[in-house]
């Protein structure tokens, strides 16, 4: 019921847009530079540099979409969160398994057959640091390589022929309690990977290493001395609140920095016109935001860094002192729009979305701007100008009440006095909860629609906050926690986000977090997948169910699509329920405790009724 | 020599009221001196409530709640359920606590002393039901949690095995 009545909201957004097509053509026109020529290949995780999730193939349509079956499948033989996003390079699919991070590459001119197999053997003893299960987000190729990292802080490099590792580099230390979960990315030749750990108290830092020889060029710390951060003469962030001198120190107590998280755990993107990377920076350690006064810095915030020093160029904190777990690492998605000029955007108190004048403002002085879209684990959709870091607009995308917005004058996010956790005191109704509005389940962003699809969660939590005590390699948070569904809605959406407008267009309830990526096409079809086990297609303009198939376990994987040696378009998606919000299954976790799974699983209780383990790759096709 | 330095020891152990650490410390010499005591060792720390409310104090202190939550586990496995991967038994747990285990649980060898890791013990067996309920902790002192342990059914151990893919020796 629900659902229909959100459809009937969007059909009447789309009559209004239909009636403001000609306005709207030349104002929400959009978009971005096309991403490079549709060559049906799917080489990285996000797809292209800009993290987009977009494939320009087109024939699987709005029309044909329900006659999709399955072409063939592919067990992974490990049981655990298939998070990994299987990916494609000319006739061979590579996709890495969880722990124990074994990379397939499958040849598709053959129903899948095994080319050749890698087994890394990580570590046993990374399974006991790995925060949210032991999962793994997927391998990259680049010039005839393939590259991922391993649970136990390894960064593999195979040659994409026949598998033979050319290079192993160890860049962590499980005894610390760091682990590596994150997909690396390749830039000029260097690898760009980061660390896990924010549970544990580790030090973040985002480490590039070469491509030929597998030695660190540059790491990045994300907190500490400017000199360890990569801080220097060229760092110009757009808020006063991020300049001055050794700020990674300074806003923390004395030596706090040292294990103070802030890891890198998400999505890079990269402007190669700008030449700068962008990636979030994770929670700071502990959890319990008062055994750490000060803003924090670098965590929960946004870095642009050039690739080829690592030098930052500008920083934006979504979270100074970050009160509920709330990450920075979401996806910063690269696009140009056509919104309005900085002056209209930032006269406007956010949360503010439904003004006229602002609409009125739009249409008079709209101008093609470079910017990130970021859906944050704050529940915040934002905008951001990537050039400089000014946060042009940041509207929620579920119910918040662990904040209030975001003064644009400041780019500081005002948080919810009632809401600040205090030891001994138990907080009810945070929200979003620890997980977030969305968690590392990364969005797509079409052209065709100039609209961001966001799979996400909709979770409140009571918060405890307690002592911490640091013993390395143990968990260091401080916090119990207790998940619910957040103002009593369903736990999932899956909706459709006019960054221009600055609101939802489309919404598909779901009764589990949507806990998987999603995909957009030019046959104006998105995919995604859910914790039962479902994978569906969607019309991307309306939010119309097209298709759906129930694989054999919860989906958490990063669906992608692909022309094959036969020229058809195929859609692959990893099943096997886990991660964060899967560890119930996925671990076997006991669900009489609500504190389980760091306060998952009290949102999770009936997941175990409707799905089991699995790790199962299918492949899709028309007949 | 131990065995005997630690049966003079038992004697003095029967001392209701609560047990100073030079007391502990001695039921942990007995036990490591000879598995033929543990049951012994068993009954008097699942039958000390003083000892199993240091335990849960120190279960939050030392980061096992991080892994294990109240219970329910996380990162590692749960301990309120009736399986056991490395043993119910309390000399097994103990070992797991001060050796750690293949598979992610780190050693505590050097960071909790011997004294507290008994009671650590005797808390994690209470979760299950496997430790006597009339001595068991009748509540959470935090936001509520699990039922506490002295509601829990008793339960019956079982041994599990981890599956094959999770199984990584070097």
Redo the contacts between chains.
């Keep these: 019921m629900h659902y229909i009545g959100l459809m009937h909201v969007s059909l009447l957004v789309l009559r209004i847009l239909t009636r403001a097509s000609l306005l709207l053509a030349l104002l929400a026109s959009a978009a971005t530079a096309q991403p490079s020529a549709e060559d049906g290949q799917w080489t990285m995780p996000a797809k292209n540099f800009q993290n987009t999730r977009y494939s320009a193939l087109d024939q699987i349509k709005i029309d044909n979409a329900k006659n999709l079956r399955v072409a063939w499948t592919f067990s992974t ?4 969160g298939q998070e990994a996003a299987p990916i494609v390079v000319g006739d061979t699919m590579f996709l890495v398994t969880p ?2 991070n074994i990379l397939y590459a499958l040849d598709l001119k053959n129903k899948g057959a095994v080319k050749w197999k890698f087994e890394p ?11 949210c299960d032991v999962v793994n987000r997927g391998c990259v190729f680049d010039k005839g390589k393939i590259f991922f990292n391993t649970l136990d802080d390894n960064v593999c490099a195979l040659d994409a022929a026949t598998g033979k590792s050319l290079w192993k580099t160890k860049v962590g230390e499980i005894n610390r309690g760091e682990t590596m979960t994150m997909v690396p990315l390749v830039v000029h030749d260097k690898v760009l990977v980061g660390n896990s750990g924010g ?1 544990f108290g580790v030090r973040g830092w985002l480490t590039a290493l070469d491509t030929n020889s597998g030695q660190i060029v540059w790491r990045a710390y994300s907190t500490g001395p400017d000199s360890d951060c990569l801080i220097g003469p060229e760092f110009k962030p757009f808020y006063e609140s991020e300049r001055g001198k050794d700020l990674g120190v300074k806003t923390w107590p004395p030596e706090r920095w040292q294990i103070g998280g802030g890891t890198v755990w998400g999505w890079i993107s990269y402007d190669a016109g700008a030449n700068l990377i962008f990636y979030g920076t994770g929670n700071p350690a502990p959890w319990n935001p008062e055994l750490r006064p000060g803003d924090n810095k670098w965590t929960c915030g946004v870095f642009a860094r050039n690739p080829d020093t690592g030098q930052a160029q500008w920083f934006y904190q979504w979270n100074p002192h970050d009160e509920f777990a709330h990450d920075g690492v979401s996806e910063n998605i690269i696009v140009d729009l056509s919104i309005g000029g900085s002056a209209v955007a930032s006269a406007v108190p956010s949360g503010n979305n439904n003004s006229d004048a602002l609409r009125t403002a739009h249409t008079t002085a709209s101008a093609m701007r470079k910017v990130l879209i970021s859906a944050q684990r704050n529940g915040y959709v934002y905008v951001l100008d990537r050039l400089t870091g000014q946060v042009l607009s940041a509207d929620p995308f579920i119910r918040i009440t662990a904040s209030k917005g975001v003064d644009l004058k400041t780019g500081r996010i005002i948080n919810n006095e009632e809401k600040t956790p205090q030891i001994g005191k ?1 907080i009810r109704d945070v929200a979003p909860a620890s997980a977030g509005g969305k968690d590392w389940q990364p969005c797509a962003w079409s052209p065709r629609t100039n609209l961001l699809y966001i799979p996400h969660q909709n979770l409140a939590m ?1 918060y ?1 906050a ?4 640091y ?1 390395e ?5 401080g916090a ?1 926690i ?1 998940m619910y569904a957040n103002g009593g809605g369903k736990r999932g959406e899956y909706c459709a986000w006019d960054s221009v407008r600055r609101k939802k267009v489309w919404a598909i309830p779901e009764e589990f977090p949507v806990w998987s990526g999603t995909l957009a096409t030019a046959g104006d079809v998105t995919f995604y997948g859910t914790m039962e086990g479902f994978f569906k297609a969607v019309n991307a303009r309306t939010g119309e169910p097209l298709w759906q198939f129930k694989t054999e376990s919860g989906i958490v994987g990063q669906p992608t699509t692909f022309l094959g040696p036969d020229g058809r378009q195929y859609v692959a998606v990893l099943s096997g329920v886990g991660g964060w919000a899967g ?1 119930v299954v996925s ?12 306060g998952f ?1 009290n949102a999770m209780k009936d997941l175990p009724q409707v799905t089991a383990k699995g790790g199962t790759l299918y492949v899709f096709a028309l007949p | 020599m131990l065995m005997l330095m630690s049966c003079k020891r038992e004697e003095r152990a029967l001392v209701t009221q609560s047990p100073s650490l030079e007391m502990q410390r001695s039921r942990y010499e007995v036990n490591v001196a000879s598995n033929g005591e543990s049951a012994r060792i068993k009954t008097w720390f699942d039958r000390n409530s003083w000892s199993m409310a240091q335990g849960k104090q120190l279960y939050d202190a030392y980061n096992c709640v991080g892994c294990h939550a109240h219970g329910g586990g996380g990162m590692g496995p749960p301990l309120m359920d009736e399986k056991w991967i490395y043993g119910s038994e309390p000399q097994q747990i103990y070992g797991s606590i001060v050796y750690g285990r293949p598979n992610g649980m780190p050693s505590f060898h050097g960071k909790i002393p011997d004294s507290q890791v008994w009671p650590i013990v005797a808390y994690v067996r209470s979760m299950s039901g496997l430790a006597d309920q009339s001595a068991a902790n009748p509540r959470d002192d935090h936001m509520k949690g699990p039922l506490p342990p002295s509601s829990v059914p008793e339960s019956t151990p079982h041994e599990v095995s981890l599956p094959e893919s999770a199984e990584q020796p070097r």
């Excluded at chain 1, 390699?473 to 948070?477: D, F, H, I, K, S």
Aim: proline letters at 9%.
């Design positions: 033989g490990v049981n655990r722990y124990p053997q990580p570590a046993a003893a990374a399974q006991g640091v790995a925060c549970e138990v009571d405890e307690v002592e911490a005590s013993i390699g143990t968990p260091y948070l119990n207790k560890a671990a076997d976790l006991d669900t009489r405790d609500p504190t389980a799974a760091l699983a």
